[in-house]
């Protein structure tokens, strides 16, 4: 046998790591590499958007106002996806305003990952009259429709981005939180964890350093999925007005400008709407090729 064939037959029989194991599952679904790919594509055109616009996207042409679509007859390739009820180009308020919902998903998933993950460690490791007050507070959180709670919230801080992010991110703080408690209780009865507690490791080096790792699979989907509710949320609050305020290229409040030229001028409605549902959808299928490669019930 010579040594390229006993290499072969050495990479056949040495294990994948876990990031090409992770790839592999995550590669073979389909929809989640068409909703990778969306993401990267929204990402890229959003962080080089100064270089890929050709114009600002507060820039009024007043002599081009409602001008349809380049490929429409009596558009101009000026602008390719045409002009608002203002002169702006839709295409570059389009590309800046996924900075804007790529932002406010960024901010969401954070502070309620990072607040969720803390707090269900707490309770699920506490556990008694903490673990029962802190679920209790949850189910509360929960009882109330997400959407008015928000618009609850935003109306006590004031309208705004900002406020907007934090609003969303209360609303989805309990789902972190069960999740985070399931799955502590569910390692604490394992034998690593009291091997640990009888090699005497702390409180700190036990829930952090040792538990944790082992519950950020669930909460890396939640993440995901979470992600494609913040920017749905922070549209519709935009919306209604409580979100972006004009005349910041959201995506949301985008389309609340153009409700009253839906009939003579399709484009200023169709396009924003065309990309929160295609970025709303690209993490959601990527979200489900997340669950599947890392969850090891759905490699058997």
């Known amino acids: 046998m010579n040594s390229q064939a006993q290499t072969a037959v050495v990479d056949e029989l040495v294990p994948p790591g876990p990031f090409r194991e992770f790839w592999n599952y995550f590669s073979s679904n389909r929809g989640a590499l068409i909703g990778f790919v969306l993401i990267v594509v929204v990402l890229l055109a959003a962080l080089f958007a100064n270089f890929l616009t050709p114009h600002s996207p507060y820039e009024q042409y007043r002599d081009y106002v409602l001008t349809p679509p380049a490929w429409q007859e009596g558009g101009l390739w000026q602008f390719p ?11 570059t308020r389009l590309i800046y305003g996924g900075r804007l919902s790529l932002f406010i998903g960024m901010m969401v998933v954070s502070l309620s990952l990072m607040l969720g993950t803390l707090i269900g460690l707490v309770s699920g490791y506490a556990r008694g009259i903490t673990d029962t ?87 890396i989907v939640q993440a995901s999925l979470g992600f494609s509710n913040a920017i749905l949320d ?20 985008m389309l609340a400008n153009a409700l009253e030229f839906i009939q003579r001028a399709w484009w200023v409605v169709t396009f924003p709407g065309l990309m929160i549902l295609l970025t709303v959808l690209a993490f959601n299928l990527m979200g489900d090729g997340l669950r599947d490669a890392l969850d090891p019930k759905m490699k058997l």
Not at 81 to 91: K, Y
Not at 235 to 253: D, K, N, T
């Open 234 to 253: 922070a549209a519709a609050l935009g919306f209604i007005g409580l979100g972006a305020q004009p005349p910041s290229p959201e995506w949301g409040s």
């Open 81 to 91: 996806l045409g002009t608002d009820e203002v002169g702006r180009d839709i295409l």
């Open 133 to 219: 007050l802190i679920m209790r507070a949850m189910d509360i959180i929960m009882a109330l429709p997400s959407l008015l709670l928000a618009l609850a919230i935003v109306t006590i801080l004031g309208p705004g981005l900002i406020n907007a992010s934090i609003a969303i991110a209360v609303t989805y703080l309990p789902h972190y939180v069960r999740i985070t408690r399931a799955s502590v209780i569910a390692e604490t009865s394992k034998d690593y964890v009291i091997a640990s507690k009888v090699s005497g490791a702390g409180v700190f080096r036990l829930v952090f350093i040792t538990i944790l790792p082992n519950c950020l699979a669930p909460l």
